[in-house]
């Protein structure tokens, strides 16, 4: 792999939600808790589309432990909304990868218009931005050790590598 894969930034990936009543208070305001099993969501999702599940990576042998959060709230979604949760990587290498995320609310026509279309770098996402955050990971084995996932998981790795803006450099 090339020196700068870890400027490169992948498209957007997209999964969408409804906000359960479970997941808001008596105002019907979502908990702040709950964006993050939504980050998660927007990982798996991401990594699905790639081809590959959580539970094949895992069983390769290789986990991916959160070691860093960040989040910031815009506005609040609510009980019902149909929420859209767009995820990337930001930085990938053998033992590290970044994500950042935007949770969104699009009006009828932007998830319509949203079908079959990807956003890169640059282009304006659509709806109103209602949290943004990143999550940072590092690779490890089930000994909870460091693993270069292009050793461990090669295709896992090819497939992320591929994922990035300009196909990567492998």
Do not use: C
């Not at 589309?49 to 539970?55: N, P, Q, S």
């Not at 070691?67 to 990337?88: C, G, N, Q, V």
């Amino acid at each position: 792999m090339g020196k700068n894969t870890e400027d490169k930034l992948s498209r957007w990936y997209t999964a969408f939600v409804r906000v359960r009543y479970q997941e808001s208070d008596q105002m019907g305001v979502v908990y702040h808790a709950n964006y993050l099993n939504w980050f998660e969501i927007g990982r798996t999702e991401m990594i699905r589309e790639l081809g590959i599940t959580y539970r094949s990576m895992e069983e390769t042998g290789v986990l991916l432990p959160v070691t860093d959060l960040d989040m910031k709230f815009s506005h609040p979604a609510r009980y019902d909304d149909e929420i859209t949760i767009f995820t990337r990587m930001t930085s990938f290498s053998k033992l590290r990868i970044k994500y950042a995320y935007e949770v969104r609310k699009l009006s009828p026509q932007e998830r319509e218009d949203l079908s079959g279309k990807h956003y890169s770098e640059g282009m304006e996402l659509p709806g109103e931005l209602l949290v943004s955050g990143t999550t940072s990971h590092v690779w490890v084995n089930r000994e909870w050790q460091p693993a270069r996932l292009d050793k461990s998981a090669p295709e896992l790795y090819e497939a992320l590598n591929q994922s990035l803006v300009g196909g990567g450099d492998s």
